[in-house]
């Protein structure tokens, strides 16, 4: 998961967002976002936005279905690796990069306090995180232990801040018993760093970076402009890499997708962002029997 992705996004979702963020936030820039004091009526849809992802992260903690996507992607995953460990004759030592967040940790205790409590990133956040009680997803840590025993480097390269964040990170990993936990291997956003591929080319300087895991395209490669639509062709670009060097895994709560929803335009008000999100649809309309776009009421 991206930061900026998780900043821009949980803000989004709970609508407290009012300056326009240039188009490329998403696509690695680092600019912050700014926030404004909510007005009466801004607060009435900002709550509705929180209810709204009520739902995501209810089905991310509660159903088996998450959970089988988990175990398919780590299943698949131990099974391209083991391809390449054979394969692998030499010369530079193999190495995979993970994104941490619903890639190898569940924060979704955290989006929950979000949903609940009308709260937006980073209220909280940094809390949660020195907690250290996230958890493993389901599939992760047997991946990861597979991997430690046949001498793959691992490295967790996340943007949660390095400044504020790294050492209750690496003490979260350590507790959960995930291997090689230590501050060569866990790479977090510095203040100086603009996206996660500076920290994937230096993976790559000294090891045979094999594969690529996390819940956002953002974990795998960066799309030429943050759209809907060079995101898509970024999928298909890269749709043969996906199962093998690429393991994406589910998350309904949150990510960079939303954003294109509202075209990147922060300025926008919560109750904008919801009529934005209800013309993202495509819907049954039995009166006609066709399938339509919502347009508004």
Same mark, same amino acid.
């Given at each position: 998961?991206?930061?900026w ?12 967002m ?75 030592k ?46 992760? !840590?047997?991946? $990861?232990?597979?991997a =430690? %025993?046949?001498? &793959?480097?691992?490295?967790?390269? @996340? *943007?949660? /801040? ?12 350590? !507790?959960?018993? $995930?291997?090689q936990? =230590? %501050?060569?291997? &866990?790479?977090?956003?510095?203040? @100086? *760093?603009? /996206? ?16 690529l ?85």
């Amino acid at each position: 998961m991206n930061k900026w992705t998780k900043t821009a996004t949980t803000l989004l979702a709970l609508g407290v967002m009012t300056s326009t963020v240039p188009t490329d936030t998403f696509a690695g820039a680092t600019q912050a976002p700014t926030q404004h004091t909510q007005t009466q009526e801004d607060a009435k849809y900002v709550k509705q936005l929180g209810e709204q992802n009520i739902t995501s992260v209810s089905w991310y903690q509660n159903s088996a279905e998450a959970k089988a996507l988990y175990a398919q992607g780590y299943n698949s995953a131990k099974e391209a690796l083991s391809k390449k460990i054979k394969q692998h004759k030499g010369g530079k030592k193999l190495a995979i990069v993970l994104d941490i967040d619903e890639t190898v940790l569940d924060n979704s205790p955290y989006q929950a306090a979000s949903a609940l409590k009308g709260q937006s990133y980073p209220t909280g956040w940094h809390e949660w995180v020195k907690s250290a009680q996230a958890k493993p997803v389901y599939g992760a !840590k047997d991946f $990861l232990t597979y991997a =430690d %025993k046949h001498n &793959v480097e691992i490295f967790y390269v @996340s *943007d949660r /801040s390095h400044e504020k964040d790294l050492n209750a990170t690496i003490k979260n990993l350590k !507790k959960e018993k $995930l291997p090689q936990a =230590d %501050k060569k291997h &866990v790479l977090l956003k510095k203040e @100086s *760093d603009k /996206s996660k591929s500076e920290r994937r080319d230096k993976v790559r300087t000294d090891y045979n970076l094999v594969m690529l895991f996390g819940d956002n395209l953002l974990d795998f490669d960066e799309p030429k402009a943050a759209t809907q639509k060079s995101r898509e062709e970024l999928v298909r670009q890269h749709e043969d890499d996906f199962g093998s060097k690429y393991i994406i895994f589910p998350n309904p709560m949150y990510g960079s997708w939303e954003a294109t929803l509202y075209n990147n335009d922060y300025g926008m008000s919560a109750k904008q962002k919801v009529e934005k999100r209800k013309q993202s649809l495509k819907y049954f309309d039995m009166k006609t029997n066709k399938v339509k776009t919502y347009q508004g009421e």
